[in-house]
Every structure is written in structure tokens, then in C-alpha cells.
């Protein structure tokens, strides 16, 4: 969302109470980005992490050691 430094001021709370729901606010002086309120924190999506999570399960399918086992790779010093 972007919008004018008399906006902003007149909106200040709606502004910072987007930028806690993860949403970020670009002020703007004669039409021109002057300044940006983020979030301090990113807001998490857990339905992303979830997704990431069970891609990486995914993509190990199919992956072996070759025989190998992970107690002996430790033993070795490679794991």
C-alpha cells in the first residue's frame, strides 16, 4: 500500500496496525516514496513452512547411502 505523509499522519494508527499484520506501507512526499513502515517482525505463514517442510520430505524419496550407514560415516568423521 502506498500513500501520501498527510495520509499517513492522519491514518498513523491503521498504518501501524497493518504494518502488525505483516503488511508493509510506503509513504510517499509529492508523489514520490519517501519512507516505508514494515514490520518488525515478519508475519510467519505456517501454510509456507508447511509447504517447504513437506518439499524437502518429498525430495529425499528415492535417496540412499549407498550402503553405507550413518553410524559409520560418523565413525569416519563425515557426517
Given at each position: 500500500?502506498?500513500?501520501?505523509?498527510?495520509?499517513?499522519?492522519?491514518?498513523?494508527?491503521?498504518?501501524?496496525?497493518?504494518?502488525?499484520?505483516?503488511?508493509?506501507?510506503?509513504?510517499?512526499?509529492?508523489?514520490?516514496?519517501?519512507?516505508?513502515?514494515?514490520?518488525l517482525?515478519?508475519?510467519?505463514?505456517?501454510?509456507?513452512?508447511?509447504?517447504?517442510?513437506?518439499?524437502?520430505?518429498?525430495?529425499?524419496?528415492?535417496?540412499?547411502?549407498?550402503?553405507?550407514?550413518?553410524?559409520?560415516?560418523?565413525?569416519?568423521?563425515?557426517?
Open positions: 500500500m502506498s500513500m501520501s505523509i498527510a495520509e499517513a499522519k492522519s491514518q498513523f494508527s491503521a498504518v501501524i496496525d497493518r504494518a502488525a499484520g505483516g503488511e508493509e506501507t510506503v509513504i510517499t512526499r509529492h508523489g514520490k516514496p519517501i519512507a516505508k513502515v514494515v514490520p517482525h515478519p508475519a510467519h505463514d505456517q501454510d509456507r513452512a508447511r509447504e517447504a517442510f513437506e518439499k524437502m520430505v518429498r525430495g529425499r524419496d528415492g535417496v540412499t547411502l549407498g550402503g553405507l550407514r550413518i553410524k559409520d560415516l560418523i565413525e569416519e568423521g563425515r557426517m
